[in-house]
């Protein structure tokens, strides 16, 4: 599906409030994104902070759009977890494989009920730095 490796993406760099000023943490394994309002997936993540992360998908998403969402994987003892929040669509592109897009999210509501998880998720299954 994704051939590109997570070190070879280009950045641009955004101007402003769009600057991030955390680390972002690549995963070993995408995780579905789903738009709670469709109940439908709308991509995967690509790297994740507790403020935000990067999504890729084979559709467009519309930007300045706040978006009611849901991370579902299972935890290490195999049972379901979910991290329910809303974000903004902050910026979109096309990947460099053309068939895909993608986009920068800001976690706006439920942040700090979901930092707890991300960062549990961030430490077991981002690539080590």
Do not use: C
């Not at 394994?29 to 902070?49: A, F, Q």
């Not at 467009?60 to 974000?87: C, S, V, Y």
């Not at 096309?94 to 509501?109: K, P, V």
């Amino acid at each position: 599906m994704y051939t590109k490796k997570p070190f070879e993406r280009d950045e641009v760099e955004p101007e402003g409030a769009n600057r991030r000023t955390v680390k972002r943490r690549h995963l070993i394994y995408y995780l579905r994104v789903w738009d709670l309002d469709s109940e439908k997936v709308i991509g995967h993540v690509v790297d994740l902070t507790p403020e935000g992360f990067m999504l890729i998908s084979d559709q467009p998403i519309e930007t300045d759009k706040a978006f009611n969402l849901e991370i579902r994987w299972d935890d290490p003892d195999g049972g379901p977890t979910k991290i329910h929040f809303q974000a903004e669509a902050r910026w979109s592109k096309r990947d460099i494989n053309a068939s895909f897009y993608d986009t920068g999210f800001m976690i706006t509501e439920g942040a700090g009920e979901a930092f707890v998880p991300i960062q549990d998720m961030i430490d077991r299954i981002g690539f080590d730095d």
